[in-house]
């Protein structure tokens, strides 16, 4: 595993200096510029390298020091007594920015310019992308790339982000976050474990975050959660990166890890279970085969009467024809598909979700025997779900009722 941090982390300072009032006589002498920028430079504790000033025949400097940090660059017109600054210092290695400070500032004093123009530009600026489909994304500032390198199945990648915390991106797609995880995961499993009176065996595909296990376990009548997961590497950047998502999940004696792909294991499996969690990326990739006939058939037969499988079915708004081609293929293999929706921050949409069982509506249970099963349970931490929240989601709107038509 490799970690990469940006050797773009700098601090650019850019400034016009109009109508100088003091040291004029700088303005058009070269060798007096130079010693006082030198001088300057070494007062800001910055390393000069070497240097270059030439006067033209109108009395103007132009002059540049290079520096270990990066550079100063100086240009003068005496007969408009202006200058301008240009002081650029990387902190790749160390934060040098209040030492490129310094030096505009004591040019600035230096000169004392009547007006001044002075733009500080954060180098280190980068955004995040993802392409929800060719017409529509989003983005999200990055203020550090924590690793990125790519696996035997995908390219994976973590940021440091001021909106969301530490984020997971898969195959330039965002999976999960520190700071919004509770929006995904939280729907993603408790509707359905609420749902049940007493849930003790769940399967989670996918899922290497350990966000969904972690959710699970929080229902005391769980006595096992199985995760299967196709990339071991998730699993490790995960328990290195994401303590504050899986909470320790992967200690927990109840959580057993199986590094497989998902489809194999279902086809084999013999075994039954009272919830199963497809908690994958969108249909691509290795995931693609998860959201096929043959595998959800595969999910209920490993179901016991009355478990629930619960999914995503993407964006509706966005991709609306792979969401009815799942729901398409649920249909005919549940007797019960509710679908029900949860804005997903780190996603930047609406996101649909479904609960498919075939005995189990999890819309018939009261808000008020929702929330009497959450305080039974003694599940006081969760950030989104209650009994409220459970109508709220399974309430479609209009375009989502055509849609399932
Ligand atoms: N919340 C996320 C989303 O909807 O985008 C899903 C997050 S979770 C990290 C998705 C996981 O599914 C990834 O770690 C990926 O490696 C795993 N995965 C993809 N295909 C799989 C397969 N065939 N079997 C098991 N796991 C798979």
């Given at each position: 595993m490799t970690c990469t941090y940006n050797p773009c982390d700098g601090l650019h300072f850019l400034a016009n200096l109009y109508n100088c009032t003091e040291c004029i006589h700088y303005l058009d002498n070269a060798p007096k510029l130079q010693q006082y920028c030198l001088a300057a430079v070494s007062k800001s504790k910055l390393t000069a390298l070497g240097q270059l000033f030439h006067q033209f025949d109108n009395g103007g400097v132009?002059?540049?020091?290079?520096?270990?940090?990066?550079?100063?660059a100086i240009h003068t017109w005496p007969e408009s007594r202006t200058v301008t600054l240009d002081v650029y210092v990387s902190n790749y290695t160390k934060n040098n920015s209040h030492s490129a400070r310094m030096l505009v500032d004591d040019l600035i004093h230096f000169f004392k310019p009547i007006d001044t123009t002075r733009h500080t530009i954060e180098r280190n600026i980068s955004f995040v992308s993802e392409m929800l489909s060719k017409d529509y994304g989003f983005i999200l500032r990055s203020e550090k790339q924590l690793a990125s390198f790519r696996t035997d199945f995908q390219s994976l990648e973590v940021h440091d982000t001021p909106q969301f915390g530490r984020v997971l991106r898969l195959g330039d797609?965002?999976?999960?976050?520190?700071k919004e995880e509770y929006f995904y995961?939280?729907?993603?499993i408790h509707p359905a474990l609420t749902t049940l009176k007493n849930p003790k065996r769940v399967?989670?595909?996918g899922g290497g975050d350990?966000?969904?296990?972690?959710?699970?376990?929080?229902?005391p009548s769980i006595e096992q959660v199985i995760l299967v997961e196709i990339d071991c590497k998730v699993v490790e950047i995960a328990k290195e990166f994401f303590a504050t998502i899986h909470n320790n999940v992967f200690n927990d004696p109840r959580f057993k890890l199986l590094i497989e792909d998902g489809f194999d294991f279902i086809?084999?499996?013999?075994?039954?279970?009272?919830?199963?969690?497809?908690?994958?990326p969108d249909p691509i990739g290795s995931a693609q085969k998860l959201y096929e006939e043959e595998f959800l058939y595969h999910c209920k037969r490993s179901l016991v009467y009355g478990g629930i499988l619960t999914l995503h079915l993407g964006a509706p708004i966005v991709n609306p024809s792979q969401a009815k081609l799942i729901y398409r293929y649920l249909k005919p293999i549940f007797s019960v598909v509710k679908l029900y929706t949860v804005f997903v921050p780190l996603y930047g949409n609406l996101w649909l979700m479904a609960a498919c069982s075939d005995s189990f509506d999890p819309t018939s249970l009261s808000e008020t025997e929702i929330d009497k099963r959450i305080q039974e349970r003694e599940i006081n931490d969760l950030q989104y779900y209650n009994g409220a929240t459970h109508h709220?989601?399974?309430?479609?709107?209009n375009f989502l009722r055509n849609f399932i038509e």
């Amino acid at each position: 595993m490799t970690c990469t941090y940006n050797p773009c982390d700098g601090l650019h300072f850019l400034a016009n200096l109009y109508n100088c009032t003091e040291c004029i006589h700088y303005l058009d002498n070269a060798p007096k510029l130079q010693q006082y920028c030198l001088a300057a430079v070494s007062k800001s504790k910055l390393t000069a390298l070497g240097q270059l000033f030439h006067q033209f025949d109108n009395g103007g400097v132009t002059g540049t020091v290079v520096l270990a940090e990066s550079h100063l660059a100086i240009h003068t017109w005496p007969e408009s007594r202006t200058v301008t600054l240009d002081v650029y210092v990387s902190n790749y290695t160390k934060n040098n920015s209040h030492s490129a400070r310094m030096l505009v500032d004591d040019l600035i004093h230096f000169f004392k310019p009547i007006d001044t123009t002075r733009h500080t530009i954060e180098r280190n600026i980068s955004f995040v992308s993802e392409m929800l489909s060719k017409d529509y994304g989003f983005i999200l500032r990055s203020e550090k790339q924590l690793a990125s390198f790519r696996t035997d199945f995908q390219s994976l990648e973590v940021h440091d982000t001021p909106q969301f915390g530490r984020v997971l991106r898969l195959g330039d797609h965002f999976q999960t976050s520190e700071k919004e995880e509770y929006f995904y995961h939280e729907n993603l499993i408790h509707p359905a474990l609420t749902t049940l009176k007493n849930p003790k065996r769940v399967l989670i595909i996918g899922g290497g975050d350990g966000g969904s296990a972690e959710e699970v376990i929080k229902h005391p009548s769980i006595e096992q959660v199985i995760l299967v997961e196709i990339d071991c590497k998730v699993v490790e950047i995960a328990k290195e990166f994401f303590a504050t998502i899986h909470n320790n999940v992967f200690n927990d004696p109840r959580f057993k890890l199986l590094i497989e792909d998902g489809f194999d294991f279902i086809v084999k499996n013999e075994t039954h279970f009272d919830c199963i969690v497809l908690d994958i990326p969108d249909p691509i990739g290795s995931a693609q085969k998860l959201y096929e006939e043959e595998f959800l058939y595969h999910c209920k037969r490993s179901l016991v009467y009355g478990g629930i499988l619960t999914l995503h079915l993407g964006a509706p708004i966005v991709n609306p024809s792979q969401a009815k081609l799942i729901y398409r293929y649920l249909k005919p293999i549940f007797s019960v598909v509710k679908l029900y929706t949860v804005f997903v921050p780190l996603y930047g949409n609406l996101w649909l979700m479904a609960a498919c069982s075939d005995s189990f509506d999890p819309t018939s249970l009261s808000e008020t025997e929702i929330d009497k099963r959450i305080q039974e349970r003694e599940i006081n931490d969760l950030q989104y779900y209650n009994g409220a929240t459970h109508h709220g989601i399974f309430s479609l709107p209009n375009f989502l009722r055509n849609f399932i038509e």
